[in-house]
């Protein structure tokens, strides 16, 4: 398996603009996590899924964020309008809830937004 | 509320030497317990996990964890670290079986390798 995928791995982008970051989960995994990792706040739990449903988004910090499931194999989060400080690495992560709670990180999108 | 303590922000050491790093946590039972590790550029790996059983438990890359209750700790080592080591380590804890799926991350001790 490719593990988790995620793109795009940099984007650099004006404030104001919309930015969309994409998810593939690895095949089988029904569980899927984004989170944002700062130097300030470390790693922050955004949103998670369970079977495609958003169960925790308590974690989003503002309207301007959102993030769907649309299928078992990919997830987006999208940032309209984008700000100066939500430039940070996003990961998205999965996992088989067989009890273990063990995770699988993508290689992160490195975001600025200028 | 779950919560996890990594009380060194950075660790140095000189490459060969022993490692350990620390990790507390909090929970009212006894909880999951995971240390991942970010390289730089990368995503969080796994290197190992305690669910029950054997308190000392052996991970990838050389490392081992030893959970003991009485301390609420689950601290990481390697006998002899390399430099290929550097990089961040995160304790993480989840709750047992029947609770959230979410666990709970620790702020990360950044591991600097000396040669």
């Known amino acids: 398996d490719a593990g988790v995928i995620q793109s795009p791995r940099h984007e650099v982008t004006e404030m104001g603009q919309e930015v969309t970051l994409r998810c593939k989960p690895i095949s089988g995994h029904n569980s899927l996590f984004w989170y944002r990792q700062t130097m300030m706040r470390g790693l922050e739990l955004l949103i998670y899924?369970?079977?495609?449903?958003?169960?925790?988004d308590s974690g989003m910090p503002e309207d301007r964020f959102s993030a769907k499931m649309p299928n078992a194999s990919f997830s987006t989060l999208k940032i309209q309008p984008s700000e100066p400080r939500d430039s940070a690495v996003y990961f998205c992560a999965s996992s088989f809830p067989s009890g273990s709670y063990e995770q699988y990180f993508g290689p992160g999108t490195r975001l600025t937004v200028t | 509320a779950q919560s996890v303590t990594q009380p060194d922000i950075h660790i140095t050491v000189s490459e060969g030497a022993s490692l350990e790093l620390r990790c507390n946590y909090s929970?009212?039972?006894?909880?999951?317990l995971f240390w991942y590790v970010q390289s730089p550029g990368q995503g969080l790996q796994l290197l190992l996990k305690y669910f029950s059983g054997d308190t000392l438990v052996q991970g990838i890359k050389g490392f081992e964890a030893e959970f003991k209750r009485s301390q609420s700790s689950f601290n990481l080592r390697k006998p002899s670290v390399h430099w290929s080591d550097a990089a961040e380590y995160f304790c993480?804890?989840?709750?047992?079986?029947?609770?959230?799926?979410?666990?709970?991350f620790g702020r990360g001790t950044s591991l600097i390798v000396h040669p």
């Open positions: 993480a804890v989840g709750p047992p079986s029947g609770g959230s799926y979410i666990p709970t």
């Open positions: 929970y009212g039972a006894t909880p999951y």
């Open positions: 899924f369970n079977n495609n449903v958003p169960i925790d």
